[in-house]
């Protein structure tokens, strides 16, 4: 009779374990609050209407590696999911001397400076571990202004104001680790001189300026 009870609690136990897997599993995954770390390329050049050629060998882009941190907030209703997201994020990209040729992206010697985001994304969850999706919204990005007038060096920077959309596939690594690989274009379309210290910010002015990224993630939900 022992011998029965004892086979009969084991294989309750065995029968529990894979509801218990489902319950934890990747089938839950893409669904609520994460953070993640960015990662990748950028690369900002001027837009069509903008050409600041000194010669045909002029380059009009500047690139660089990008990084930053994101978080977001995801609704899963079956396989769709949707959510608000916002990012903060850096990048090494600035013009460059190459043989006395000033190498411009069409406003200046600049360095770029932090780039934020606000948007949200739509995505479609095609396996248990794996979701694609595209993503837009609202990005403001800074870059220094480096150059000087004569003798006086003035400090300034251009705020940018423009629009962001993207794609990508995220895949769940565990229940709540993922990672993740996207591209997304971002177009600035206006801009103002902010100016440090006590100097007024000047006037908003209208801007052309491609910005293309292929980022990498990898985050944390909880």
């Not at 894979?18 to 990748?40: I, K, N, R």
């Not at 209407?49 to 009009?60: G, P, Y």
């Amino acid at each position: 009779m022992k011998k029965i009870l004892v086979c009969l609690a084991a294989g309750s136990a065995m029968a529990s374990m894979p509801a218990m897997a489902q319950d934890t599993g990747p089938a839950e995954s893409f669904s609520g609050p994460h953070v993640e770390a960015l990662m990748g390329y950028d690369v900002s050049k001027a837009g069509s209407s903008i050409d600041d050629d000194v010669n045909e060998d002029n380059d009009q882009s500047i690139d660089g590696f990008a990084y930053g941190v994101g978080a977001g907030y995801d609704m899963r209703f079956g396989n769709v999911v949707v959510g608000p997201e916002a990012e903060v994020t850096w990048s090494t990209a600035k013009t460059k001397f190459s043989d006395g040729d000033f190498e411009g992206f069409g406003i200046g010697n600049v360095k770029t400076n932090r780039d934020l985001y606000v948007g949200a994304r739509l995505g479609y969850v095609v396996s248990p571990r794996t979701m694609i999706y595209a993503k837009g919204g609202y990005t403001n990005a800074k870059f220094d202004v480096r150059n000087a007038s004569g003798t006086v060096t003035t400090n300034r920077d251009i705020d940018a104001d423009g629009w962001r959309i993207g794609a990508g596939v995220e895949q769940a690594v565990t229940s709540n680790v993922f990672a993740k690989l996207e591209y997304r274009y971002s177009n600035y379309e206006k801009g103002e001189l902010d100016y440090r210290g006590d100097f007024a910010d000047g006037q908003r002015f209208d801007l052309d300026l491609d910005r293309h990224q292929v980022m990498a993630g990898v985050g944390v939900r909880f």
